[in-house]
């Protein structure tokens, strides 16, 4: 089992950043992978990043490449994404996900998922 909370999300200007944490509990997150996701009002919920359990391989959605980056540390059970250049459409309320395989997160499953934390960009 893994329990997933989420924090750091806020409001910020348009050309900000915010760095959001998912603390992990559950003595599996490091053999999980984990991704970001996320959902605004009247939209599909949609990928934006994942990182492989080893912390070693990534990716992102295009809409966020070259702004956003994903990171783990497993031994403190915590995923992060530090969010550059944000941008209105960014926002959308964040969550984290885990799924054993890597390959299968990118794809939009995941067997755990945390509760979101909102972000607002102000334009």
């Known amino acids: 089992q893994v329990q997933l909370v989420e924090s750091g999300g806020g409001l910020v200007q348009a050309g900000g950043s915010l760095r959001l944490s998912c603390a992990a509990s559950g003595r599996t997150f490091s053999n999980h992978a984990m991704g970001w996701f996320r959902q605004a009002p009247g939209k599909e919920r949609e990928f934006v990043a994942a990182?492989?359990?080893?912390?070693?391989?990534?990716s992102y959605a295009d809409s966020v490449k070259g702004r956003f980056t994903i990171s783990r540390d497993n031994p403190k059970n915590t995923l992060y994404l530090q969010m550059n250049s944000l941008k209105p459409e960014d926002t959308a309320v964040y969550s984290c996900?885990?799924?054993?395989?890597?390959?299968?997160?990118?794809?939009?499953?995941?067997?755990?998922w945390g509760q979101g934390t909102q972000v607002t960009v102000s334009s």
């Open positions: 990182v492989n359990w080893a912390g070693t391989v990534t």
């Open positions: 996900r885990a799924h054993p395989n890597f390959a299968e997160i990118t794809r939009g499953q995941y067997d755990y």
